[in-house]
């Protein structure tokens, strides 16, 4: 069946996005860089949209840091937020840097935006499980108003995520990070130009002696949204790193369930994550030291 929507829209302001949500209804979709929407029509799974919301004309695209964190727009373009200053020039957004560069090639990079790949909700994608790592927390317009909730609470399942009718996601807030904390990302796929069968996403934290106060561990492409590894934090906590930590961590991630794919099945991805986690927290503890010199 060929992809054929009725109405395209491009309203000006948030309230008008909001109006028309609630209008058309479960028949509309926002695009901003239009890279989901492409990839579900082209495989017949967006035979029910009518009704096309364009972010073009709304101001949403910005990239601006303030005393709460790193405010970004949802219809920035991951292009724009690689090149951005506040992200190319504070160390602890490292993390950041290594997942955006993973999104090949650049021509997805220069159309796809924030927003579209937090609220495709997909296991397959990098930017969320890096997102995670450091806290983002998603700001939402609706009807009725704005509110802002965890990342971690936003994404539910496959295509699902919390927005209720009439609502779209507006911004990520990535919080200003701890003193002394360091983060990496890693991602292993078919090629480099695929999507991932597992990324890791890990943000370490620590007091003046080295001891890890803190830590944040998430894996993508092994469960229906980023899987938290609690177990492996809890080894790190309390400790510093060192190759028995480090080899405590990764064992603790134990038999967790992975959602099997053509490319790799649940062993696979099992031992795939135990081998980006160990680097991860390694490079992790090492960016750590520069952060804090910052």
Known sequence: MVFKPSDYFQPSTPEEVCELLSKYGKHARIIAGGTAIYELAKRGLADEVKEIISLRKVPLRYVRRDGEGLHVGSATTLADLMTAEQTRNDPSMLLLMDALHEIRPMQVRAVAT???????????????TALLAVEAEIMIQGPTGRRTVPLEEFLVD??????????????????????????????????????????????????????CTDSRIFLGGVGRVPFRATSSENELRGSGIDERSVSHAVEALGQFKALPQIHGDPEYKRDLAKVLLR????????????????
């Open 114 to 128: 924030v927003g579209g790949e937090i609220c495709t909700s997909l296991p397959l994608l990098d930017l969320p």
């Open 279 to 294: 680097e991860c927290i390694k490079r992790s503890s090492e960016r750590s030291l520069v952060v804090s010199s910052h």
């Open 158 to 211: 496959f295509f699902l995520n919390t927005l209720g009718k009439g609502e779209f996601v507006i911004e990520a807030l990535i919080p200003t990070q701890p003193a002394r904390c360091g983060a990496a990302f890693m991602k292993f796929g078919r090629t480099a130009y695929d999507f991932n069968l597992v990324n890791v996403g890990v943000r370490l934290t620590f007091e003046a002696k080295r001891v």
